[in-house]
T-cell receptor, first 114, second 117 residues
Framework: AQSVTQLGSHVSVSEGALVLLRCNYS??????LFWYVQYPNQGLQLLLK??????LVKGINGFEAEFKKSETSFHLTKPSAHMSDAAEYFC????????????FGTGTRLTVIP | GAVVSQHPSRVICKSGTSVKIECRSL??????MFWYRQFPKQSLMLMAT?????????EQGVEKDKFLINHASLTLSTLTVTSAHPEDSSFYIC?????????????FGEGSRLTVL
């Protein structure tokens, strides 16, 4: 079975500061891992995904995440936060068995302080 | 890129009426579509999985007679909330997996906010 834990339901950073959103996964098979962003009253947009290629994955809007098998982690980072990064971020793990279902974390709300 | 569109984006209805939400994959064939419900400030809860031409598979605790799902074609799935009540008010999101894609990536619609008065 797959599951995802996102530590910190709410993260606040100053504009220009480092963004770090934490995600730990549990999976009995090699996982596919995703980060999605959700702006208010909108659906989810894919930021980046890990699909067993490079462990450091670069996504859109300057975000990146590193897959660390030893730590079962897939933390999301961005060197310098922008006001437009304020949103809800969800980490998700996919069922490798092919069901294409996603198991979501509970989300982390990012606030960027001017 | 793959686009999934939901309609309507917002709907307000009276208690006891039924509401239909459409989910369309605009530029690809979707083998499977998923319906989620999202409560305020919470994550997405999977309600059901639907495959084209077959009955939907509902998650535990989801009333299949309340939330009717039809997946008539490879590009369209509909969710009908029957006899809606205020507690059904929520943000409903669909997603679709692309036929032939094996990475597990899903493409999400913009969501539909249902308000039942």
């Amino acid at each position: 079975a797959q599951s995802v834990t996102q530590l910190g339901s709410h993260v606040s950073v100053s504009e220009g500061a480092l963004v770090l959103l934490r995600c730990n996964y549990s999976s009995s098979v090699p996982p596919y891992l995703f980060w999605y962003v959700q702006y208010p009253n909108q659906g989810l947009q894919l930021l980046l995904k890990y699909t067993s290629a490079a462990t450091l994955v670069k996504g859109i809007n300057g975000f990146e995440a590193e897959f660390k098998k030893s730590e079962t982690s897939f933390h999301l980072t961005k060197p310098s936060a922008h006001m437009s990064d304020a949103a809800e971020y969800f980490c998700a793990v996919s069922d490798f068995a092919g069901a294409n279902n996603l198991f979501f974390g509970t989300g982390t709300r990012l606030t960027v302080i001017p | 890129g793959a686009v999934v569109s939901q309609h309507p984006s917002r709907v307000i209805c009276k208690s006891g009426t039924s509401v239909k939400i459409e989910c369309r994959s605009l530029d690809f064939q979707a083998t499977t579509m998923f319906w989620y419900r999202q409560f305020p400030k919470q994550s997405l809860m999977l309600m059901a999985t639907s495959n084209e031409g077959s009955k939907a598979t509902y998650e535990q605790g989801v009333e299949k007679d309340k939330f009717l799902i039809n997946h008539a074609s490879l590009t369209l799935s509909t969710l009908t909330v029957t006899s809606a009540h205020p507690e059904d008010s929520s943000f409903y999101i669909c997603s679709a997996s692309m036929r032939g894609a094996g990475t597990g990536e899903l493409f999400f619609g913009e969501g539909s906010r249902l308000t039942v008065l």
